[in-house]
């Protein structure tokens, strides 16, 4: 039983009114537990028995990073804690001293006590989502009969979900929304989720609610925005990679966590929109793009038909650099894809000073002098708070240019580069007086062997799949790069890092959200529902963890 607070304080802007308090209460439930607040949103949960502070946190809608899905080997749950309880073994091996010594704690490992005070770090505010879509051509040819109509194509994704409306008869985008997926909670990474799926009682039914409930939430608020009525909502569209397919759907996922890895379902579905428990008309149609392996899913059909791979006439590769790292090459339309492991460094996850793109994000980095600050470019202008990806592919290319990291990924010495206790060797990338604060943020020898764990997963898996598909690096015509990582990341600097095989510049095209555009294609024409499940039937899958190569391959691909 719980019962949540949220206080809100509202500060005068150029005018001498008094600071007004409001504070906004609901009712969830009733206890007799621990009552925590947490800051800087004012929000106070009751907590559960025996729940953890990550778990009292989760249970009253708050959203605090878990990488691990809170088994505490991550360190992404870091939050301060009044009073300061004993660090646990698992805090002090995920943790600095000085963090430690500042009052920080793992959520995950410690239980509330009554007026707890949680300090959440600001780095899980709303990402920087990438909504927009280049897809290759612009010809389909919306179904006819749609006069009138209104559809929802929707991105599942395991970071983001993009809802983008379309008017059914021109195929135009009318408005578009986007949010994190609130299954985060449980774990930033698939296999986290799968698990607490496994694991946990009712745990698929409350991976269900949540994404489903976004979901809604979405299309609703573009409904009253734009004025339309769900009795003109007759289609609905539906891409992600397999887990987040079958989670939506209440599926059976112990396959997904069990080698092989097989889907529940594979074939595209159809089903009434109202039945999947979206609010929607009695006769509103939702359909699912087929799932072409057990980590990957509809999102790369959609990436596929955005891209018209499955019948291009020329040599072409397509990344998806994410946690799960998806890899498509087309050799004039022949299919085939696999799945790269890459984990979270290129998200920020497991890196030190991590964080998503979002405002106080370094964006990009460069270094032109070894013992000067290097030069930083800030999402929102404002104080850098942290690095996201594009910037960690950055900063890793800039050390070893200027010779402050070798081939081997080791820092060797510099006026910036300090050793220390916990971390071994560390880059100072903003000192606290640069910043304003007490604190800095630097990056460690941990974290360049993050990201060439990173990218060796992803080398290795676009080196097999162009040895399966018999091209060499030669034969390649266009290289194109999906998803907001590669959206955003200068192709310059993961050539260099050799997150890329070695191709000129020019063939490197960011694409957005392909996902997303195959989506919108899935929507709006029954032609390319027919064209992706043929083609779904006939990509060749290799399955990187069984083959004979990778494991050498990935080892040769560590280098930088």
Do not use: W
């Not at 800051?39 to 559960?48: D, H, N, Q, V, Y």
């Not at 599942?156 to 993009?162: D, F, L």
């Not at 609010?279 to 980590?295: D, M, S």
């Not at 799960?324 to 050799?331: A, D, F, Q, T």
């Amino acid at each position: 039983m719980i019962f949540v607070s949220y206080l809100h304080l509202k500060h005068p802007g150029n005018n001498d009114d008094c600071n007004e308090l409001v504070q906004q209460t609901r009712l969830v439930s009733i206890t007799k537990n621990a009552l925590v607040v947490f800051e800087p949103t004012g929000l106070r949960i009751s907590a559960p028995q025996e729940a953890t502070v990550l778990g009292t946190a989760r249970s009253g809608g708050l959203h605090i990073a878990s990488e691990c899905g809170g088994k505490g080997t991550c360190g992404s749950c870091k939050v301060i804690l009044q009073p300061v309880p004993n660090p646990t073994r698992s805090d002090r091996q995920c943790l600095s001293k000085e963090e430690i010594a500042q009052g920080y704690r793992l959520a995950c490992q410690h239980t509330p006590v009554n007026g707890m005070r949680v300090i959440v770090p600001q780095n899980i505010a709303e990402a920087k989502i990438l909504t927009e879509t280049k897809p290759r051509s612009r010809t389909v040819v919306p179904d006819p009969g749609l006069q009138g109509k209104i559809g929802f194509a929707v991105d599942i994704g395991t970071t983001t979900i993009v809802v983008y409306m379309m008017d059914l008869e021109s195929g135009i985008q009318v408005a578009q929304a986007a949010a994190l997926n609130p299954q985060i909670a449980y774990g930033e990474d698939v296999m986290s989720r799968i698990t607490y799926a496994m694991n946990k009682e009712d745990g698929s039914e409350a991976l269900k609610n949540k994404v489903v409930g976004r979901v809604d939430r979405l299309i609703s608020e573009l409904c009253e925005s734009q004025s339309v009525d769900y009795e003109d909502v007759v289609r609905y569209s539906f891409v992600g990679n397999t887990a987040m397919h079958h989670l939506f759907l209440g599926l059976e996922v112990a396959n997904l966590g069990l080698s092989p890895y097989n889907p529940t379902i594979s074939s595209p579905l159809k089903r009434r929109a109202h039945d999947v428990g979206l609010t929607a008309n009695t006769e509103a149609e939702a359909y699912f793009a087929p799932n072409l392996a057990g980590f990957v899913g509809g999102d790369t059909v959609g990436f596929i038909l955005s891209q018209e791979l499955h019948k291009s006439d020329t040599v072409s590769l397509g990344i998806d650099v994410g946690t799960n790292g998806e890899i498509v090459v087309s050799r004039r339309g022949e299919l085939f894809c696999c799945s790269a492991a890459a984990g979270s460094a290129f998200e920020g996850a497991t890196i030190r000073d991590g964080m998503r793109g979002q405002k106080g994000a370094i964006e990009y980095i460069s270094i032109e002098s070894p013992e000067e600050p290097p030069k930083l470019t800030v999402i929102g202008d404002i104080t850098p708070r942290g690095i996201c990806g594009s910037a960690i592919v950055d900063i890793v290319v800039e050390l070893k240019e200027n010779e402050l990291l070798d081939s081997t990924g080791r820092l060797t010495s510099g006026n910036r580069i300090e050793e220390h206790d916990d971390f071994g060797k560390l880059y100072v990338i903003a000192e606290e007086r640069e910043l304003g604060s007490n604190r800095r943020i630097v990056f460690t020898q941990k974290d360049v062997r993050q990201v060439q764990l990173a990218k060796a997963a992803i080398r290795a898996g676009v080196q097999i799949l162009m040895q399966e598909a018999e091209i060499a690096v030669d034969d390649l015509e266009v290289l194109y790069l999906a998803g907001a990582f590669g959206n955003y990341i200068r192709p310059s600097s993961a050539l260099k890092l050799g997150l890329l095989p070695p191709v000129d510049k020019s063939m490197v095209i960011p694409v957005g959200n392909a996902a997303g555009d195959g989506a919108k294609r899935l929507l709006l024409s029954e032609n390319e529902r027919k064209a992706a499940k043929e083609f779904s039937e006939r990509v060749r899958y290799v399955e990187l963890a069984n083959h004979d190569d990778f494991t050498e391959t990935f080892t040769g691909a560590m280098s930088i």
